[in-house]
């Protein structure tokens, strides 16, 4: 059966929705440069700026925290476990989204927030957990909002695991606290170059 004007029409129409839902949901081009994240996803800096302010915790070692999580990837999960070397199976853990946040830590997070509703694959939602979730941390723990590599031990292992010194026998985890230190003040260096024009235009964009 030949497709009619109307099919036509309405296939195009999908199609540019999908593609549209896809641009907007990929990450930004330059993970390692905040300014040109901020500039490409314009939304971002608001959301990141918003949860700086509720929260206490630098844009910086929110982004920081986030771009070594996910690589600022909307749907990312931990990559699936082999059964007898190449069958896919389960994952490993829960967790999803930018923030890579477990079902139980999201469940909490939203419980003592009111942020019902919240997904772990909007950003917003995801930069103000990484807020809150750091609050808590400086709370429970002492470590400063400005520490991105305890911060970030922190969120890795958990509160108690933290406690334990978990991380202590897990090299490669210290390699990594370590690169987000280093990427937190690399965005820090670069946001100051940028951070005054991201404030003039901020509260202009639509989203």
């Given at each position: 059966m030949s497709a009619t004007p109307r099919d036509v029409i309405l296939w195009s129409f999908l199609g540019s929705f999908s593609l549209l839902s896809g641009c907007a949901s990929s990450p930004p081009g330059d993970i390692n440069n905040i300014c040109s994240i901020f500039k490409?996803?314009?939304g971002w800096y608001k959301s990141a700026k918003a949860s700086e302010k509720r929260w206490g915790t630098p844009v910086h070692v929110q982004m920081a925290i986030l771009r070594q999580e996910s690589a600022f990837r909307d749907d990312a999960q931990p990559p699936r476990g082999r059964l007898l070397g190449f069958i896919p199976w389960s994952r490993p853990s829960s967790a999803y989204g930018y923030p890579q946040a477990k079902d139980d830590t999201w469940d909490w997070y939203i419980r003592?927030?009111?942020?019902?509703g919240a997904d772990?694959?909007?950003f917003a939602d995801a930069v103000d957990f990484v807020g809150w979730y750091t609050t808590i941390t400086h709370?429970?723990?002492g470590i400063s909002k400005w520490d991105a590599k305890h911060q970030y031990l922190a969120y890795h292992e958990g509160h108690g695991g933290?406690?334990?010194r978990s991380y202590r026998n897990k090299a490669w985890l210290l390699k990594v606290s370590d690169k987000v230190d280093r990427q937190a003040k690399r965005y820090a260096r670069q946001l100051k170059s940028c951070e005054q024009d991201l404030d003039k235009g901020w509260s202009f964009w639509p989203f």
């Open positions: 490409e996803k314009k003592k927030t009111g942020n019902r772990r694959d909007d709370d429970k723990l933290y406690l334990k």
